[in-house]
């Protein structure tokens, strides 16, 4: 028997229940959180409670309408029901920014799990270092898959993945990473969150639904029957409302009301590539095209030559340091020995940054040539060296005179609106920069250059850097960090 006291607030907790599409349902959950919300960060939290039978949801918001703090409020709303063993599974370079932004926006730590301080748990006793009782894991995708084992043995209450199209081709044997992940996290309750759910083909969507639930879809085959080729409404139609329990975009225009974007003016200025630079386009373009190439990983052969493509169009200097990658690739083969993918991708890491995500995806060379296969990689690699030669004695690009046009008008432009003059450049290549650094060097706008590419070993960023540390000496500012 209860007493009239107790019966009055179990009565009142009854009506303090809230269905899980309620928007008061997040409203105790955040509210200490140091951040100004807007509706779709809320409509998509609540998205992701919707249906308690779903094993997640995808969160595929275009860039810049904070994914992060969807996450957040999803990882709030559980640590508030004492659901508190989360893991969080990021680029390796973004683990400490979630740390600092869920410590500073939600009030919620978490442990940056690493091999440095996994081993050094494991060396004092502990079992598994993954489990730290009610927390936040925040660890990389390399470093998850290596430890899928330990995952394994944690009964997850949640799993966010940042950046998660990395996953998109998960349905490949090759892909290794992918596969381990889905496997380790398969009971586990998961939000994965991309602004590029599908970049080449309809089966990268499948791929990323089917790490949540393979039962949206089916089989891969069924897949490719039903969506293979979309062709009519119906067909789109169906798909959409497939996906809709599990997947939900919004688009920038969609927030306009209330999210107000800097007026973007485009300006564009052409420009005739040289006669050497236009031979070496058509040679390296129909190298490109070929049936077969020994130089490129026959299960990736599509991916790898997007790459090229995008070098290619960089700048001579980028494409002649691929070529001399893929050289050293074939070289290695005729040594009788399987090329060391990770060699062969830190070889193109310094042409082309983004390479790192698609590594796992690579299949491994059969060992063992025939006599027929070495003459064909021989004459591949004479070949190749002859494109690369050309790309070397190309020592001025077209594209970066029309850079330099392209600045006086921008900052004309910017003198009439009044607004500072600065420009970024973005590059495909860290090869083009260089040369763009150099090229700017000798120009009128040598004054003021910043190269930034995320290694800050270049002679200006360390001396940028021991003016910073002169300027704050003794100050707390300095941590070593």
Not at 157 to 178: F, G
Not at 221 to 246: E, M
Not at 455 to 480: E, M, V
Request: neutral net charge; glycine residues 6%.
């Amino acid at each position: 028997m209860y007493s009239p006291h107790q019966t009055q607030y179990f009565a009142w907790q009854l009506t303090r229940r809230l269905s899980s599409e309620d928007e008061d349902k997040l409203t105790g959950a955040i509210m200490d959180a140091q951040i100004d919300l807007n509706p779709h960060q809320v409509d998509a939290a609540l998205f992701a409670f919707k249906n308690p039978l779903n094993k997640g949801v995808l969160l595929a918001d275009e860039v810049g309408l904070g994914k992060t703090i969807e996450a957040g409020l999803v990882i709030s709303q559980k640590w508030a029901e004492r659901k508190r063993k989360i893991l969080i599974i990021v680029p390796a370079n973004l683990r400490k920014q979630w740390h600092q932004e869920l410590q500073e926006k939600f009030g919620v730590d978490g442990q940056i799990l690493e091999s440095a301080n996994y081993n050094k748990a494991k060396r004092s006793g502990v079992k598994n270092p993954f489990d730290i009782g009610d927390g936040l894991v925040i660890c990389s995708y390399q470093f998850a898959s290596a430890k899928a084992d330990d995952l394994r043995m944690i009964p997850w209450d949640l799993a966010i993945i940042d950046e998660a199209h990395r996953l998109r081709n998960v349905y490949k044997k090759s892909n290794k990473i992918a596969k381990t992940l889905k496997d380790a996290l398969a009971p586990t309750n998961k939000v994965l969150l991309t602004a590029t759910p599908l970049q080449n083909s309809l089966l990268e969507l499948y791929g990323l639904v089917s790490i949540l639930d393979e039962q949206v879809f089916g089989d891969l085959d069924s897949f490719r029957s039903q969506y293979g080729r979309i062709t009519d409404a119906a067909s789109f139609a169906s798909l959409k409302q497939r996906i809709a329990p599990v997947c939900k975009r919004t688009l920038r225009q969609q927030v306009q009301a209330y999210v107000s974007y800097t007026k973007r003016i485009p300006l564009v200025q052409t420009f005739t590539p040289s006669s050497d630079e236009q031979r070496l386009y058509t040679r390296v373009s129909d190298y490109l095209r070929r049936p077969e190439l020994n130089a490129l990983p026959s299960g990736q052969r599509q991916l790898i030559s997007m790459v090229m493509w995008k070098l290619l169009a960089s700048s001579s200097f980028a494409i002649a340091g691929a070529l001399g990658s893929i050289v050293a690739r074939l070289e290695r083969m005729l040594e009788h020995a399987a090329p060391d993918d990770e060699q062969v991708v830190g070889e193109f890491q310094t042409d082309y940054e983004a390479l790192d995500e698609t590594a796992e995806e690579w299949d491994e060379q059969e060992q063992g040539l025939s006599e027929a296969e070495q003459q064909s990689i021989k004459a591949e690699i004479e070949e190749l060296r002859s494109y690369k030669d050309l790309a070397e004695n190309i020592r001025q690009n077209s594209k970066g005179d029309a850079l330099l046009k392209a600045l006086k008008i921008g900052f004309d432009k910017l003198a009439e609106l009044g607004a500072n003059q600065k420009a970024i450049i973005f590059t495909e290549s860290r090869k083009t920069q260089n040369y763009l650094l150099q090229r700017l060097g000798d120009s009128p706008y040598n004054d003021g250059i910043v190269l930034f590419n995320g290694s800050n070993s270049d002679a200006a960023a360390k001396q940028i850097y021991q003016d910073w540390l002169q300027r704050h000496q003794g100050s707390d500012k300095i941590t070593g960090s």
